[in-house]
């Protein structure tokens, strides 16, 4: 691990030192309610007074991941939900070394999740969301833990974007247009929201003086592979969908930034991502479907497409894992599991677990929209190396997404 010496003056000029976090102070409690107008936060807004949790700069050893996957409970009482045992209780575990955490996209499906691991393992969470997918019910279970504050704004607002992100000593840069398939409908859209923004986050670490990030890239950069399964070293020369080439034009700024300011970079190329709160993707199109009616699917493409799928705490674990663990100033690894399914597998697993037997009706051709890619199977050899290994297959992950959108009803209605 490197270890960097903490220097708290902004970073504004090229400098190879990755920069660290801001003084804190105990004693404020955050404020709970999003802020349609983001003020700076207040250093030291965050953790309960006295219990004197202490704060890291950046590049130190940082324990993230410490301690078991908090315990997803179903709790009955809550209309369904999900909420990490451990949340409530952060307070009376907090660890003896935090890290402020900024979190853009945390009203988001992964972000949401994310928020609740990182404050799960006592750490100060500040969320940056403009709720254009968000939902504000994902952030409840957030919203009662000490140390959280929620900042609505949107990440093209570079002002309120470095003013929310003061005193943060690691960024995780969710917030994107994560819908894959709607590129060609709106071209600008890929561009602004997922390379624009990556940009802003980027500036606004540098006027913070944040030198650590984490960046949800995706296994669409890679276009249409030649080498399967696909590590992160392979060729990839063909692009074929703005969200795939707008995410890889992040990752570019990202590593000019670790080379040219010195900041340390997290690229994570996840498959398709599944799990509790979930909200696009084939398992949410299909079940939506099913429910409207159960004696048909309309499946895109010819449903010999091969996919590759991980489940969402699985996607945490890694990502955790490899903050903690990998020290290079670029870091990229893929991230999904050692199989792959067609889509025809999943519609088996849905349809079976409803007890349904739908006419299948296919849009035809390997390919369900532009820009979508036959087969892909990345390889996980790196990540796993430094001792990850998901524990939910792909079918599991199918299985419990569908069963978490059963119990949620209200999501299916969310989304357009
Ligand atoms: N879900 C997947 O299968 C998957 C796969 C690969 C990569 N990713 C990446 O992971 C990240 C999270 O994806 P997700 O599935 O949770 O998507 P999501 O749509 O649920 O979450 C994105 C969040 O970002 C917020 N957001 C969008 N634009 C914003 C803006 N301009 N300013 C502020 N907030 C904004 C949305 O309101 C939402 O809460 C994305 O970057 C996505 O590209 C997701």
Same mark, same amino acid.
């Given at each position: 691990m490197r270890d960097f010496t903490p220097d708290l003056t902004p970073n504004l000029t090229p400098n190879p030192s990755p920069k660290g976090e801001g003084s804190k102070q105990a004693g404020e409690r955050?404020?709970?309610?999003?802020?349609?107008?983001?003020?700076?936060?207040?250093?030291?807004?965050?953790?309960?007074?006295?219990?004197?949790?202490?704060?890291?700069?950046?590049?130190?050893?940082?324990?993230?991941?410490?301690?078991?996957?908090?315990?997803?409970?179903?709790?009955?009482?809550?209309?369904?939900r999900w909420w990490p045992a451990r949340c409530l209780q952060a307070a009376d575990t907090l660890p003896a070394i935090t890290m402020h955490f900024f979190v853009t996209g945390a009203a988001g499906f992964i972000g949401s999740n994310l928020v609740d691991?990182?404050?799960?393992?006592?750490?100060?969470?500040?969320?940056?969301?403009?709720?254009?997918?968000?939902?504000?019910?994902? %952030? #409840?279970?957030?919203? +009662?833990?000490?140390?959280? !504050? $929620?900042?609505?704004?949107? =990440?093209?607002?570079?002002?309120?974007?470095?003013?929310?992100?003061?005193?943060?000593?690691?960024?995780?840069?969710?917030?994107?247009?994560?819908?894959?398939?709607?590129?060609?409908?709106?071209?600008?859209?890929?561009?602004?929201?997922?390379?624009?923004?990556?940009?802003?986050? %980027? #500036?606004?670490?540098? +006027?913070?003086?944040?030198? !650590? $990030?984490?960046?949800?890239? =995706?296994?669409?950069i890679y276009g249409e592979p030649w080498v399967f399964p696909t590590p992160e070293a392979a060729p990839f020369p063909v692009q074929t969908s703005l969200y795939g080439a707008s995410k890889l034009a992040g990752e570019g700024l990202i590593q000019?930034?670790?080379?040219?300011?010195?900041?340390?970079?997290?690229?994570?190329?996840?498959?398709?991502?599944?799990?509790?709160?979930?909200?696009?993707?084939?398992?949410?199109?299909?079940?939506?479907?099913l429910r409207q009616n159960p004696a048909e699917l309309r499946v895109l493409g010819d449903g010999q497409q091969r996919k590759s799928y991980l489940y969402v705490q699985d996607c945490l674990d890694a990502m955790l894992l490899a903050i903690e663990r990998a020290a290079e100033p670029v870091n990229i690894f893929n991230l999904g599991t050692g199989e792959y399914c067609q889509v025809n597998d999943s519609i088996g697993w849905i349809t079976g677990a409803l007890g349904l037997r739908p006419r299948l009706s296919y849009t035809g051709g390997e390919r369900g929209w532009i820009g979508d890619s036959p087969f892909i199977f990345l390889d996980t050899t790196k990540i796993r190396a430094l001792g990850w290994a998901p524990k939910l297959t792909i079918r599991e992950a199918v299985l419990r997404t569908l069963a978490y959108l059963q119990a949620e009803p209200w999501v299916l209605e969310q989304r357009a």
């Open positions: 955050p404020d709970l309610t999003p802020d349609p107008s983001p003020t700076p936060l207040r250093s030291g807004g965050h953790g309960p007074a006295g219990r004197g949790s202490q704060h890291l700069h950046t590049g130190l050893f940082l324990p993230v991941s410490m301690g078991p996957r908090p315990n997803l409970t179903r709790n009955d009482n809550s209309a369904g691991r990182l404050l799960a393992l006592g750490h100060p969470v500040t969320g940056y969301d403009d709720f254009s997918t968000g939902q504000a019910r994902f %952030l #409840e279970p957030a919203a +009662a833990c000490p140390n959280f !504050r $929620l900042v609505r704004g949107d =990440t093209l607002d570079l002002p309120a974007l470095t003013a929310a992100m003061q005193g943060a000593g690691f960024v995780f840069h969710l917030a994107a247009n994560a819908d894959v398939r709607f590129g060609t409908q709106h071209p600008r859209k890929d561009l602004e929201q997922n390379t624009l923004a990556t940009f802003n986050v %980027l #500036e606004a670490m540098r +006027a913070n003086g944040v030198g !650590r $990030l984490a960046f949800a890239s =995706t296994g669409s000019a930034y670790c080379a040219g300011f010195g900041f340390q970079g997290y690229i994570f190329r996840f498959v398709s991502i599944l799990g509790e709160r979930y909200t696009h993707g084939h398992v949410f199109d299909f079940y939506r479907q």
